[in-house]
């Protein structure tokens, strides 16, 4: 539901022979910065479309949702020597084996919509997984094989993140918005401060409907949805930050944390892990 780069300027001395004496050095235009590449990744019930491998830096993971469920995209680093088959019978509930992190990824859209997030992706194996659960059983989506290994080595180029308009900073356990929030678009970075990792649900409510209603419909995911579910960030470990660029209509939102508490295995918005705020 990941930095702004510098980028190196080259001196370049032009020396004029014809006046015997070299002029002052000129600086070379700086390059014009790189676009963070955009990924494509498709879901349906229960698989992901997306490449092997990737390069390291920042990528644009663009999600399209083509199933009946909803579904988000986590990206999961290993650690050191492991792979996906390291990850079989690990509860992706309950706290990380060591070494491994949560990197965050776009967070659930409705089916057939579409969501974003830009991840600065470290060199490394990573699973991508869907841990929703689905509405038929209760069972994770993982626990339906929806779990793809992706290899990401090192890039060549060096990417310019888009500058934030708004930050929203993640606690034990509260979101904390930098300010108000108008309508329209807004490019959004979203950082996790906390000693636990957290994720980000952005919802839109329906008229009449607070974010506490979407807390307690998700319990058995029965029946009309008090909200409309348009991304935000999976899951994000400690220190990690993900930017996000939403459009934004006038309303009330919900932000919500389905993380499951590494202390007493309640999900954060039993903690009170949930928030609600109007855009104008």
Same mark, same amino acid.
């Given at each position: 539901m990941h930095s702004m780069r510098l980028f190196r300027v080259t001196p370049v001395i032009l020396i004029l022979a014809a006046c015997g004496k070299a002029e002052k050095p000129a600086e070379q235009a700086a390059a014009a910065p790189v676009e963070p590449r955009v990924v494509h990744v498709t879901v349906t019930d229960y698989a992901f479309q997306a490449p092997d491998t990737l390069p390291s830096g920042l990528t644009s993971f663009h999600m399209m949702n083509n199933g009946k469920e909803l579904h988000h995209l986590v990206l999961l680093k290993l650690a050191p020597g492991q792979t996906v088959a390291d990850l079989a019978g690990v509860n992706m509930e309950g706290p990380l084996p060591p070494g491994m992190i949560f990197m965050g990824g776009p967070n659930a859209p409705v089916p057939g919509g579409s969501a974003e997030s830009l991840v600065d992706l470290k060199t490394g194996q990573y699973a991508l997984l869907c841990i929703i659960p689905s509405p038929v059983d209760m069972k994770p989506h993982v626990a339906k094989g929806m779990i793809r290994p992706l290899t990401v080595i090192a890039g060549e180029t060096v @990417?310019?993140?888009?500058?934030?308009?708004?930050?929203? /900073?993640?606690?034990?356990?509260?979101?904390?918005?930098?300010?108000?929030?108008? @309508?329209?678009?807004?490019?959004?970075?979203?950082?996790? /401060?906390?000693e636990q990792p957290h994720e980000l649900l952005l919802v839109k409510l329906e008229p009449g409907k607070t974010v506490a209603d979407v807390a307690k419909w998700s319990e058995k995911m029965q029946g009309p949805p008090p909200g409309v579910p348009f991304g935000g960030i999976t899951p994000i470990s400690t220190g990690i930050n993900n930017i996000v660029t939403v459009e934004l209509a006038p309303g009330e939102y919900g932000l919500l944390c389905f993380v499951t508490d590494a202390k007493d295995g309640k999900l954060h918005i039993l903690h009170g892990m949930v928030k609600q705020f109007t855009v104008s």
């Open positions: @990417a310019a993140a888009p500058t934030p308009d708004l930050t929203i /900073t993640l606690s034990d356990y509260d979101f904390a918005l930098s300010g108000p929030v108008s @309508a329209g678009k807004h490019i959004i970075k979203i950082e996790n /401060t906390a």
